[in-house]
């Protein structure tokens, strides 16, 4: 399984990106798939993510910002990231997994290089 994160950038706050990841060797649509970031000095953490059906959730501080697709067909994961505040600043990962009875995430050890996003104030 390989994963190619792509579209981060240096931007100032209250402006957007689109980050994209291709994923290679899977069959996407039977895997959940979401998006962490790695903040400078800080643990990874989950952003967003969505379900084998489809389904979304996301981490309290991008709801209403941030939105997460998917296209199987392309075996690609988006994120619409907009309104960026230098808080966003981090390392964005995808990844795939699969969701969990009680409807969480649980990722697969299968990471790709990262992309950078860094927004000034």
């Known amino acids: 399984v390989q994963l190619q994160a792509s579209g981060g950038g240096w931007v100032q706050a209250g402006s957007s990106l689109r980050l994209s990841c291709t994923i290679s060797?899977?069959?996407?649509?039977?895997?959940?798939v979401a998006w962490y970031r790695q903040p400078p000095g800080m643990s990874r953490e989950l952003v967003a993510f969505?379900?084998?059906?489809?389904?979304?959730d996301y981490t309290d501080s991008v709801k209403g910002r941030f939105t997460i697709s998917r296209d199987n067909a392309e075996s690609t994961l988006s994120l619409q990231m907009d309104y960026l505040t230098p808080e966003d600043t981090a390392v964005y990962y995808c990844?795939?997994?699969?969701?969990?009875?009680?409807?969480?995430?649980?990722?697969?050890?299968?990471w790709g290089q990262g992309t950078q996003v860094t927004v000034s104030s």
């Open positions: 060797d899977v069959r996407l649509e039977t895997y959940a």
């Open positions: 969505i379900g084998e059906g489809g389904s979304t």
């Open positions: 990844n795939i997994g699969m969701t969990s009875d009680a409807g969480a995430y649980v990722s697969f050890n299968y």
